[in-house]
Structure formats: structure tokens, C-alpha cells
């Protein structure tokens, strides 16, 4: 019995054996008991997962998947085996913290990042294989072509390590790009807690008009008057750093 792969659902199932050891060996398994591994398809992460001394739990939607994982994997009863991601709250289900690993479904692999950074106060660890654009967005640096919303809203959060590349022809069947494997360690940056709100929407407004000095672009926000002299209205966005971006922030809410 084997699950077909569903374009829809951008499944990409990798068969090598040794890249799924590696990814399932780059989480610490520290400071967590319980892992969620999201889009499991036919466990070749999983098995490895369940031999270690941890309680761990699968996201899935696909039903042909959730019946061969039933059939193969007997410790995935049905209190370990949950719907779609992007819908669980994450604080109810698991209490407490929970690491997070997978082959991620290519066709959401930005929103995936999204809902984590929404749930990082629960989220300790990330491990996980997205398309290798994404996976070096989230891990840019400044003045890079990839630096961006997702590098900025995901790095205020978490050191991020870009760990290795994975080749099309290990799939089934093969993507028409390459894969990037990245972790994720929670470092919550100071100045943020309490400005994440503010923080999302400059962030955003700046990015929007990538080209354009933050005095223009950070128009739609009604900048405060303290603020419009600020050295930072005649840079670019990707020139800012992570560090650059929070302080700002701060700033900003005290203008208010």
C-alpha cells in the first residue's frame, strides 16, 4: 500500500533514507517532551521520530495518508493524529511546548512559518524542508535580494540556521525545485514583547515598496511627527537590521 502524492495538497514524498535521519537528528529533542510533525505522507520522518523517547503527534489531512500511517505506525492511535495545521490552536492541544518538524506541503510553506510565528510563545524548536527559496528567505540576511517580511517577522523571533540543500530526484514525485532544510530556535529578541502588533505593520509597509526610503513607504502608518526626521526615513527597508527594525518599533510606540 503506498499513498499517491496529491498536487493539490503539494505533496513532494522524500525517499531518501539518510536526508530524513539528518532532518529528524537536527531538532535538540531539549526543553520539550511532545514534537508535531506536519504532512508526514507515508512516515518516512515519523519512524525515526518514534524512536525516541518523546510523545509524538502528526498533522495530516490527507485521509489516504492518515490510514497507511494508522496501518504502519501502531503507537499514532487517533489522540496522535490531528487535522489541518493551519486550524489547530496549538496552545490547547499541546498545553504547553511543542517542537515542530516535517517536509513541509510546498503549497504552504510561508504560512506554516506564519502560524508559528503567531505561536512562538509554544513553540521552542522548528525543524523543516521547504522549497530552498523560502527556506534561504526565512534565513537572509540584509541587504540581500531575499531579505525580506519573511526574514524580518520570523528572525525577531528565532535564530535561524540554514542547515543543508536537498536535490529534486529524492522525491516521489520530484519537485521542480530544489529544498532548503532550516531550524528554527526560539531567541525572543528584547524590546519586542508587547509591540508585535506594531512591529508586523511597519515591518510589512516597509517590504511593501521594497525600493522606496521608509519615509515613503511608511506613509500608510501615519508616522509620528517625532518620528519623520528619524535616520532610518532615508533608508530602505532591506538595509535595516533585524535589531534595527525592534528598536524602531519601540520608538514608534512611544511617539505615539
Known sequence: MNVKAKKYLGQHFLM????????????????????????PGMGVLTKYLLEKDSEIFVAEIDKESVDYLQKHYAKLDDQHIIGDFL???IEETFGDQVAII?????NISSQILFKIIDSYGHVPEMVGMFQ???AERTAAVPRT???????VLVQALYDVEYLFTVHENVFNPPPKVKSGV??????PKEGLVGNEVLFKKIVKAG?????????NSLKV??????????????????????QDFISFTKEWKNAM
Do not use: C, W
Open 207 to 215: 517590504f511593501g515598496q521594497r525600493r522606496k526610503k521608509l519615509s
Open 102 to 106: 516535517g517536509n513541509f506541503p510546498y
Open 221 to 242: 502608518l501615519e508616522i509620528p511627527e517625532a518620528l519623520q526626521t528619524h535616520i532610518f526615513m532615508d533608508k530602505r527597508a532591506e538595509e535595516l537590521s533585524i
Open 16 to 39: 531518501d533514507e539518510n536526508i530524513a535521519k539528518n532532518i529528524v537528528e537536527s531538532l535538540s529533542f531539549d526543553q520539550y517532551q511532545k514534537i508535531l510533525e506536519v504532512g
Open 132 to 134: 530552498k527559496e523560502v
Open 182 to 187: 532550516i531550524k528554527l530556535t526560539r531567541n
Open 145 to 151: 535580494k531575499a531579505y525580506g517580511i519573511l526574514s
Open 87 to 89: 486550524k489547530l490552536n
